[in-house]
DNA sequence: ACCCCGATCGTA
DNA sequence: ACGATCGGGGTT
């Protein structure tokens, strides 16, 4: 139960989404392998929501490192994010999928598909994620392999190579 | 006040 | 390939 510290957020976006790869996401007693995430960093990444300046929804990723950044998208789902990097640099980290090891090793492939197997919703926004396990990320014990491949779902910043997914499930 | 569109997903 | 569904953010 090594919970990641502040330290571990403040640090390149792209790095943190590769080191949360095989780390454990708790949230309210429910654990699962993080197995896919992509980085949005600061406002030149124009996938990035904050590349339009702070708004009332971006203004957590102008925050600290190490609390949760929570929105719906399409009406319908919502994405689970950790803010990384400096306070006034906006970037985190989207978790695209989990895989649960309790019951039958369930494999939750999609943000919207994990934040509503979990129950996380934008009341779950601006958390922070370094100091009580019911909502935190734990230390892994071996690196997992990975490949990068361009981010899903957005139709600027294709030519960034900044969603990584651990081989082989 | 109005309009467009989105870091998705299940169904056809 | 497409519709569901609604809030954020820009524009009038």
Known sequence: MMILARS???????????????????FQGQKGLITETEAYIGQDDPACHAAKGRTQRT?????????????????????LNFVTEGADFP?????????????DA???DGPGKL???????REHNGWDI????????????RAP????????????????YWRFVVQSG
């Not at 102008?62 to 919502?78: D, E, K, R, T």
């Not at 392999?145 to 960034?160: A, E, N, Q, T």
């Open 8 to 26: 571990f957020y403040e640090r390149p976006t792209i790095v943190v989404a590769q080191e949360l790869l095989g780390c454990t996401l708790v």
């Open 59 to 79: 203004d957590i990723m102008f925050g600290p490192a190490g609390f949760s950044y929570v929105y719906l998208i399409y009406g319908m789902y919502h994405c």
């Open 91 to 103: 970037a985190a980290v989207l978790i695209r999928g989990i895989k649960m090891s309790k019951p």
């Open 106 to 108: 369930l494999l939750l």
């Open 115 to 121: 934040c509503k197997a979990l129950g996380i919703t």
């Open 130 to 141: 370094t100091q009580d396990e019911s909502f935190s990320v734990l230390k892994k014990d």
């Open 145 to 160: 392999p990975y490949v990068c491949s361009p981010r899903i779902g957005i139709k600027k910043g294709l030519d960034k």
